[in-house]
């Protein structure tokens, strides 16, 4: 079904058929299995279930802060769940909220009446505090604290309407800067980076706050359904935001960037001037979306025009690819004959070895 969606899509539909029959390994790591203990490739089929996505990035990281990271986003994610779940009434979440940092080190805490679908992270949760503990204390200090404080900050909010961009600017911090902070206070913890990466705070909450005001844009009808809001009165990954721009399916399910796209995007920003050149491109799709009939189209015009000022001349960038769209437009229809020709092929193979069985 990806590959159907990329049709349209050249050079998208290419760069996932080179991920899907080997370019993968290029980007991630082979994990040795057998080295994990039970728990730990519990917590990995745990990571894989919950988000397919944050699964690949995390396995691309080198071993021990790969383990870090891991358990760091299912320790999240069980936070996140409590505070996702509309049936906990608010006098038993909020104390859950404040205490679940504490539970990191009660090895048989567990909560079992979450109906949310990724409840199995609550409802397993000794096994995911028990890979927490085996953790070096650096990393346990700085997964501990952070949700501390995401606790505390999802409790503020439970029964507090986001009415201002600063309100909005606060929450996001709360449920996704302090997870920028935290994964960057990993990186150096790590010494893979340098102490540098772990300080700079505004950035890495920066970071936080764009991919999560992304989100709430993205899930804005599954979040009005479901009685919260997370939208500002007063007032995305990129990639998502330009397809969420002027976009009417909004409103009417969940919107999500192809597969092809993700790959593509993974595979182009390889370093800072190819990545403002990706954001410099989804500008420009955005900027050409703008309705005249708007009554915010200049303010919106006018910041489009300024983040572009601010990539130039380093999104200049390289063509997005060397193949162009007719040779690309040619592998894809040869990928899609030898796939129903392999199928068909063994589809009549298997008819005939089952006659010649009777």
């Not at 994964?183 to 764009?210: R, Y």
């Not at 005249?292 to 999104?315: M, V, W």
């Not at 796939?339 to 069985?357: A, I, R």
């Amino acid at each position: 079904m990806e590959f159907v969606k990329c049709l349209g899509h050249p050079e998208e539909f290419y760069n996932l058929l080179r991920f899907r029959i080997g370019g993968q390994y290029k980007l991630l790591y082979k994990m040795d299995q057998d080295s994990l203990s039970s728990g730990l490739k519990t917590c990995y089929k745990y990571l894989h279930q919950t988000s397919r996505s944050f699964s690949v990035v995390i396995q691309a990281l080198d071993e021990e802060l790969r383990h870090a990271v891991c358990i760091f986003y299912l320790i999240l994610r069980a936070l996140d769940t409590l505070e996702d779940d509309m049936t906990i009434s608010i006098e038993k979440k909020v104390p859950l909220l404040h205490n679940f940092h504490s539970y990191l080190y009660e090895p048989d805490w567990r909560f079992m009446e979450s109906k949310e679908k990724d409840r199995q992270v609550l409802e397993d949760f000794p096994t995911i505090s028990l890979e927490f503990r085996k953790l070096a204390l650096k990393y346990q200090t700085v997964i501990a604290n952070s949700s501390r404080k995401m606790g505390f900050g999802m409790a503020e909010f439970l029964n507090k309407q986001v009415t201002s961009e600063e309100e909005w600017d606060k929450y996001c911090h709360y449920v996704a800067g302090l997870v920028g902070i935290g994964l960057s206070q990993l990186f150096s913890a790590s010494e893979l980076e340098d102490p540098v990466v772990g300080n700079d705070l505004e950035c890495a909450n920066s970071m936080g706050l764009f991919l999560q005001k992304t989100n709430i844009i993205r899930d804005y009808l599954d979040d009005h359904k479901s009685g919260r809001e997370f939208w500002p009165q007063e007032v995305m990954a990129i990639a998502t935001l330009a397809t969420c721009y002027n976009n009417q399916q909004v409103f009417k399910g969940v919107v999500k960037i192809r597969k092809g796209q993700t790959v593509t995007l993974m595979m182009d920003a390889t370093n800072m001037p190819a990545v403002k050149a990706i954001i410099d491109q989804y500008m420009e799709e955005i900027y050409h979306r703008i309705p005249d009939s708007d009554s915010s189209s200049s303010k919106t015009k006018e910041t489009i025009s300024t983040i572009r000022a601010q990539n130039l001349p380093s999104c200049q960038l390289i063509s997005r690819s060397q193949y162009s769209p007719v040779y690309l437009s040619f592998l894809m229809l040869l990928a899609a004959l030898s796939w129903q020709y392999v199928s068909t092929l063994s589809q009549v193979t298997e008819d005939y070895v089952q006659t010649g069985e009777h």
